[in-house]
Each structure stands twice: as structure tokens, then as C-alpha cells.
């Protein structure tokens, strides 16, 4: 035990390359933080824990909302039926001081930003294409010759549908067929009149 012991010190070197001090205020630091709301409120006199309490968020998940324990519930209601005391009164909880900052990040979540879905460029093009052939008939897009993936009627009235609902994909595609300013929900229009389909929604 001691030979070893010894022969680990003896192996152990000091590393010049290093700066120890500059290491060690890496290690103290706790990285930026890249929200804005938070930044803005953050107080560095403080405990990151303290911090983010008064702003009204939870700084660990888990201890915010606990997995119940049933045994140790049981227990508690046994020893406040011996005691007497079922009812146990709580303290109602108290504001955080800095209760805008959850509420301004709770009011960023519900905002609607609009859809970031994208298609790819290669199925735009193939979209476009049968559009541009068959129009809106999606059982002569299926036995189009060129519908190498054999997909069905329904998957490309999916996907036809689904490109209709991008704005940033789709208006050009319109704007060159002069269709921008037609109403896309007018049945009686015959350039939007489906072919083929099921779903009279």
C-alpha cells in the first residue's frame, strides 16, 4: 500500500503549460446567459438558485413538481390522524419579487410565430410539376408515369395540401400562375376544384 502510494507521487508531475489561476476562474465561472429577460434581472451578488426563485421559475424540475411518494404520504396522513390534526395548514404562497420576468416569458410561449415548417426544394418541384399537369385530380397524380416513390392518391393530396399552407413556399408558385388573387377556398372556382378525393372537408 505505502510502495504504491509512493510510486503514484512519484509519477505525479507539475504541468507548466497550465495557467492554475486562470483555470480556476474558468471553473468559478457560470457561463452567459443567453436569455434576455433573465439576463436583465440577474443579480451575480446572489445564488443562481435564490435568483431564478424570485423571478417565479423553477431552478430544478424535479423538486418543483415532485414524483408522489405514496408510502411517505401515507405516513403523513397516519401520523396526523394519531396527532388529531387531519387538516394541516399551508401557507399560501407568497409573490416573487421579480414575478415579471415568468410572466414575460410565459407571454413569449403564446405568441404565435407562424409555421417554420419547410418542404424540401426536391418535393416542391415534384408538387409543382403534378400540379402543374393534372391539377387538382390526386388519382391521375398516382398513375402519373413520373410517380417513381408509388405513392397513393391520399399522400399526395397530403402533401398538395400541406404546401398550400406555406406561405413563403407557395406564393411564388401562385404568383406565376396568376392564381394570387383568387380565393382558394371557393368551391365554384374551377382551379381549385379537387378530383378524386373522399374528404369533402
Known sequence: MVRRLRKTKKGQKY????NRKRMAQKSRRNGTIRCAEIRA???KSKL???NIREMGLAYDANRA??????????KDMEKALSEGKLTTKQRPPQPAPKQHVADELEQQANEFRGTRFRMARSMVRIITRMIDRHGFNYQAMARDRTNYEQETWR?????VRRFLRIPEQCTPYLEQKGWIDCDMSDPNDPRWKEFCT???S
Open 65 to 74: 413538481i415532485p414524483i408522489p411518494n405514496v408510502r411517505k404520504q401515507m
Open 41 to 43: 434581472a440577474y443579480d
Open 48 to 50: 443562481p438558485t435564490r
Open 198 to 200: 373522399d374528404d369533402e
Open 155 to 159: 399522400q399526395y393530396r397530403t402533401k
Open 15 to 18: 504541468d507548466y503549460s497550465r
